[in-house]
């Protein structure tokens, strides 16, 4: 990797976190001129950057004048929606999958996934142990389409599924109503009934968005 584009990947990393940390406020109009002189970087990297971020969607980019944030809200509505078109087409996938191996071997990691979950909600790193494996829950369903492109989506997704997911936890008992919905998807798929796995995990991904959390 050249300077620039070392530059280019330090500048998005930085911009992306100040945007979902809330430290840039969306309705403002940011200086590309102002944010790289602060970044200590030429205008070069961090165009670049803001071009990556425009197509991520986290900024509007507004030609000579400057770039503003999107609403933090828009953004995490449509990050949700896009990990249920995901996540809802592993499901049917599953559904549709006649290699029995491969179907136990998610079933399988689900229920090992499942256990650390329990045992995450009575460590001593609570909730941020419990954060950990509800992404590693989800990570273990993404990876069965063996598709790289929903992979490489979700992994751009982590920052605002955190967010999500530490937002939700701050609700007294939601960590372990988390884990009863993880394990009726789980207890669902065994018993075959992949519509209603479907539906419940639909449930639990919008589960955010329908308690106003974001």
Do not use: W
Not at 52 to 64: A, K, R, V
Not at 100 to 105: H, I, K, L, M
Not at 142 to 163: D, G
């Amino acid at each position: 990797m050249n300077e620039t584009s070392s530059l280019q990947s330090q500048a998005y990393h930085t911009i992306k976190e100040l945007i979902l940390s809330k430290s840039l406020e969306s309705g403002v109009l940011y200086s590309e001129t102002k944010l790289a002189m602060e970044l200590g970087i030429s205008r070069t990297p961090l165009r670049e950057a803001l071009q990556c971020l425009s197509q991520d969607g986290y900024i509007t980019i507004m030609p000579s004048r400057g770039f503003q944030i999107r609403s933090h809200k828009e953004t995490m509505t449509e990050s949700i929606e896009a990990r249920c078109a995901i996540e809802g087409f592993c499901i049917h996938l599953f559904a549709s999958c006649e290699d029995e191996a491969r179907r136990q071997t998610l079933l399988d990691d689900m229920k090992e996934s499942l256990n650390r979950q329990k045992a995450a909600l009575t460590s001593k790193r609570f909730p941020e142990s419990f954060t950990e494996e509800d992404h590693q829950f989800h990570m273990i369903l993404v990876h069965f389409a063996r598709n790289n492109e929903f992979n490489h989506l979700f992994q751009r997704l982590l920052y605002t599924i955190h967010l999500t997911t530490s937002g939700a936890l701050t609700i007294t008992g939601r960590a372990e109503t988390t884990y009863e919905e993880h394990a009726q998807v789980y207890q669902l798929l065994i018993n075959g009934d992949t519509d209603q796995a479907y539906h419940t995990l639909i449930r639990h991904l919008m589960m955010p968005l329908k308690m106003n959390l974001i």
